[in-house]
């Protein structure tokens, strides 16, 4: 079983920079691959980035691509996601997932385990 706690959101303005983390608990943190989702009011939840148990392959949705970068300290049980050059569109609320294998996964069903989710929010 796997806790996580994801921190970091807020209101921020168009071109601004937020960093969203998430804390494991439980088992092996290195053990996961993780990633990071979205879901903005009445949208479905959608794949943002992910990286596999090492840190060494990330991947990152096209419409972040260049702006957002995943990242994890394996050391300290932690997931990032730095969001720069934030656009209106990037509200949503954003969810910290687990994946029990190793390899870096990019579809919701291929995750084990969900964090509660931080809001963010990006006026124009």
């Known amino acids: 079983q796997v806790q996580l706690v994801e921190s970091g959101g807020g209101l921020v303005q168009a071109g601004g920079s937020l960093r969203l983390s998430c804390a494991a608990s439980?088992?092996?943190?290195?053990?996961?691959?993780m990633g990071w989702f979205r879901q903005a009011p009445g949208k479905d939840r959608e794949f943002v980035a992910a990286?596999?148990?090492?840190?060494?392959?990330?991947s990152h949705a096209d419409s972040v691509k260049g702006r957002f970068t995943i990242s994890r300290d394996n050391a300290k049980n932690t997931v990032y996601l730095q969001m720069n050059s934030l656009k209106p569109e990037d509200t949503a609320v954003y969810y910290c997932?687990?994946?029990?294998?190793?390899?870096?996964?990019?579809?919701?069903?291929?995750?084990?385990?969900w964090g509660q989710g931080t809001r963010v929010t990006v006026s124009s």
């Open positions: 997932a687990a994946d029990s294998r190793r390899s870096i996964a990019t579809r919701l069903y291929e995750y084990d385990y």
């Open positions: 439980g088992r092996t943190f290195s053990s996961y691959a």
């Open positions: 990286i596999n148990w090492s840190g060494g392959t990330t």
